[in-house]
């Protein structure tokens, strides 16, 4: 199984600032790479898919980049609703492995 | 607009059994490919299961294989997840998930998420 790793685990931001969250898998995935948020008590919400497509009716201060094993998603500008959970995913091969996250929260 | 809402958890017993299923509307359902993602209180997401479009393909997390089956009923727009020999740590949130890609045979990025399903394994 691949598996996917992320850093930090955690980060304090304030609103307003680029945030930057990396995704490193154990080996190639290509560009098979997908970014999600979940709130407390949510669901997960889709926000890149494809390594650096961004997800129908998420803010374009979203982006995602990367290929091969390492892949960064950044917040261009932090707002309040983005305080929450990130995953990244692998969808090159089955089982699709998540990482084990990213908590943003604020400073 | 796409909707996936889950039914069926609840507490159950080390060893027992459950079936979850999974109400799906405002997409072909017979198109895509669906998944269930699980979530264990203040833990991260793990994925469980994949059935193909058709049915005609499933894969499953190791944690699970031989224990849990897959299944979809397309005439009736429904996803199934029958869970046997349960054990504590299967105790999670069930999340049922519609796959970003309509005809595609393995498991691809997840798009829309159900609100989830709480199962908890305890004697």
């Known amino acids: 199984d691949i598996q996917m790793t992320q850093s930090p685990s955690s980060l304090s931001a304030s609103v307003g600032d680029r945030v930057t969250i990396t995704c490193r898998a154990s080996?190639?995935?290509?560009?098979?790479l997908n970014w999600y948020q979940q709130k407390p008590g949510k669901a997960p919400k889709l926000l890149i898919y494809?390594?650096?497509s961004l997800q129908s009716g998420v803010p374009s201060r979203f982006s995602g980049s990367g290929s091969g094993t390492d892949f960064t998603l950044t917040i261009s500008s932090l707002q309040p609703e983005d305080f929450a959970t990130y995953y990244c995913?692998?969808?090159?091969?089955?089982?699709?492995?998540f990482g084990p996250g990213t908590k943003v929260d604020i400073k | 607009q796409v909707q996936l809402v889950e039914s069926g958890g609840g507490v159950v017993q080390p060893g027992g059994s459950l079936r979850l299923s999974c109400a799906a509307s405002g997409f072909t359902f017979s198109s895509y490919g669906m998944h269930w993602v699980r979530q264990a209180p203040g833990k991260g997401l793990e994925w469980v299961a994949f059935i193909r479009y058709d049915g005609s393909n499933k894969y499953y997390a190791d944690s699970v294989k031989g224990r849990f089956t897959i299944s979809r009923d397309n005439s009736k727009n429904t996803l199934y997840l029958q869970m046997n020999s349960l054990r504590a740590e299967d105790t999670a949130v069930y999340y049922c998930?519609?796959?970003?890609?309509?005809?595609?045979?393995?498991?691809?990025?997840?798009?829309?998420w159900g609100q989830g399903t709480l199962v908890t394994v305890s004697s």
């Open positions: 998930a519609k796959d970003g890609m309509p005809g595609i045979a393995v498991a691809g990025s997840i798009d829309y």
């Open positions: 080996q190639s995935i290509s560009s098979y």
């Open positions: 995913q692998q969808s090159y091969s089955t089982p699709p492995t």
């Open positions: 494809a390594a650096s």
